[in-house]
């Protein structure tokens, strides 16, 4: 069965404007959106419905102006912009371009918000750790060394590839006497810095409480890395 099919245009006309310029081409019989756009045009022009398009509105068990509603339904839930850009598109020249095109439009701005999305959600954990590390440090400051840990902790799984904060997480251990914590995230802290010298000098200290030595190769190896440190 051959039925013409309609140019975004006039597509846009029929459900806004009425007036309807169209473009004879082969609609496939399976294509709902197609057929219902016809629908929907041949009661806009105000003609007399042929044969073809009578039988296909009732195989589907739907009135023209249920046809209608739900068309200008799914064509409103498009914003304006895209309608447009869409319908300025001179490749479209029927309702199954025009679908793929309001289509690809929906996914694009899919993409959009859920990039706008992860941009806010990174700039807020961003701020979040920012406000760890001043919340740590002032713990720290005051001798609140259990406060201090936790904001470090928090700060890390924020960004667990913050080697300073590990190394401040192991300053606020060693205060409190575990050294050997306090070890562990030297380590990790010197992991992810291998030239972090404040690192290596820190766990030079704790090994040398450990093993009640004057001196290691942590500490002589911060000094090669920064003549000020370790001193």
């Known amino acids: 069965m051959h039925i013409t099919l309609v140019t975004l245009a006039y597509f846009v006309a029929a459900l806004i404007a009425g007036t309807i310029p169209v473009r004879a081409q ?6 709902v959106d197609g057929e219902t756009a016809r629908c929907v045009m041949e009661a806009a022009k105000g003609k007399e419905w042929i044969d073809a398009i009578k039988i ?3 195989a589907i068990g739907k009135e023209e102006q249920v046809v209608r509603d739900e068309l200008a339904k799914r064509w409103g839930s498009y914003d304006q912009m895209t309608r447009m850009r869409c319908v300025a598109d001179n490749g479209i020249t029927d309702y199954s371009s025009l679908k793929d095109c309001l289509e690809r439009a929906v996914m694009e701005k899919s993409q959009n918000q859920n990039e706008a999305r992860a941009a806010t959600e990174a700039e807020a954990n961003h701020k979040a750790y920012l406000d760890a590390i001043k919340e740590g440090n002032a713990a720290y400051s005051a001798g609140g060394f259990d406060k201090a840990i936790a904001n470090f902790s928090e700060a890390i799984r924020l960004h667990p590839d913050d080697a300073s904060a590990f190394n401040s997480r192991g300053n606020a251990y060693a205060r ?5 914590r306090a070890i562990a995230d030297y380590n990790e802290a010197i992991r992810l810095k291998p030239n972090y010298a404040l690192a290596y000098c820190n766990r030079g200290i704790a090994r040398q409480k450990l093993n009640n030595g004057s001196d290691n190769d942590d500490k002589a ?11």
């Open 221 to 231: 190896k911060a000094r090669q890395l920064d003549a000020s440190v370790c001193r």
């Open 56 to 58: 296909w509105c009732q």
């Open 26 to 31: 082969t609609l496939p019989f399976y294509d």
């Open 176 to 180: 409190k006497g575990n050294l050997y």
